[in-house]
């Protein structure tokens, strides 16, 4: 009997180790975005972010936001010694990687912003993946300047074209 039980009592105390390993996979998320309004107050703001990829890779399609006429997705890039903004349809997230929508990069362009939104220091996106997720990231809107958010860690996500010269969004 006694040599029975031990077996039992192994196979128990494995069990929770076991089930460990058979989580759910990583899921594709969303931190450290932020909106900076345009330094002379007129013109689109930019917005950032990272996007960490889950286990299989997909395409940001589209951004909306209920406090903005449009965002659309651009790409900082040098052209014969000149930076250029150029519009992107979509952005390649690879499994377990990162894209980083930063300054001098990838980055949102938020359109018309709802004056009470940039009141309220806050604004809800939703971004559209190729893969039908739909995340929504709380992105606190920064005023200006050259500085990134205070408090770009407080935001994670959650579940839910024409190419030309950067004239007036240099740093976007």
């Not at 939104?117 to 971004?127: A, D, F, Q, R, W």
Request: net charge negative; with cysteine.
């Amino acid at each position: 009997m006694r040599f029975t039980r031990l077996p039992l009592a192994m196979a128990a105390l494995a069990a929770p180790f076991a089930l460990v390993s058979c989580g759910d996979p990583a899921p594709l998320y969303i931190d450290q975005a932020w909106v900076r309004l345009n330094p002379n107050g007129q013109g689109p703001a930019a917005g950032y972010m990272t996007i960490h990829g889950g286990e299989q890779p997909v395409k940001l399609l589209r951004v909306t936001s209920e406090g903005a006429m449009r965002i659309e997705m651009h790409e900082s890039i040098e052209e014969n010694g000149m930076m250029k903004m150029k519009a992107i349809e979509a952005v390649e997230i690879p499994a377990k990687g990162e894209v980083k929508f930063a300054p001098g990069g990838k980055h949102l362009m938020v359109f018309d912003i709802n004056p009470a939104i940039v009141e309220n220091g806050k604004m809800s996106m939703t971004l559209l993946f190729s893969d039908g997720q739909r995340l929504i990231v709380d992105a606190p809107i920064q005023k200006g300047g050259s500085g990134e958010a205070k408090d770009q860690m407080s935001n994670m996500a959650t579940p839910a074209n024409s190419a030309g010269a950067m004239g007036g969004h240099e740093g976007h």
